[in-house]
């Protein structure tokens, strides 16, 4: 399995930037998929940005143009770059590991989403 630490969160003006990271416990060369997710107060949990590992991005269209996804395998690491950040986007942030069905070389339980605590990101007007 994988354990994922979320950080990089905190409280930021309309208009500002943002970089979260995402640590985690083991290799992630071989997880198919990593992402991002957020969650706002009373809302469900949103897809934000994934990336797969081949490099491969898709964003919500909410925040194409504005996040960009990374993930630096030599650091078992998954990042978010978050630019003109407005209100809308203040919510709790997750990290994600999934491992599409059948595939077992990844380490992860095929098909099973792996999740950090999260970290909060505020945007004030």
């Known amino acids: 399995q994988v354990q994922l630490v979320e950080s990089g969160g905190g409280l930021v003006q309309a208009g500002g930037s943002l970089t979260l990271s995402c640590a985690a416990s083991?290799?992630?060369?071989?997880?198919?998929?990593m992402g991002w997710y957020r969650q706002a107060p009373g809302k469900q949990r949103e897809l934000v940005a994934i990336?797969?590992?081949?490099?491969?991005?898709n964003y919500a269209d909410s925040v194409k143009g504005r996040f960009t996804i990374s993930r630096d395998n030599a650091k078992n690491s998954l990042y978010l770059q978050m630019n003109s950040l407005k209100p809308e986007d203040t919510a709790v942030y997750y990290c994600?590991?999934?491992?599409?069905?059948?595939?077992?070389?990844?380490?992860?339980?095929?098909?099973?989403?792996?999740w950090g605590q999260g970290t909060q990101v505020t945007v004030s007007s």
């Open positions: 083991r290799s992630i060369l071989n997880i198919n998929v």
């Open positions: 994600n590991a999934r491992n599409w069905p059948g595939y077992y070389s990844g380490g992860l339980v095929p098909g099973l989403d792996y």
């Open positions: 990336i797969t590992d081949g490099g491969r991005a």
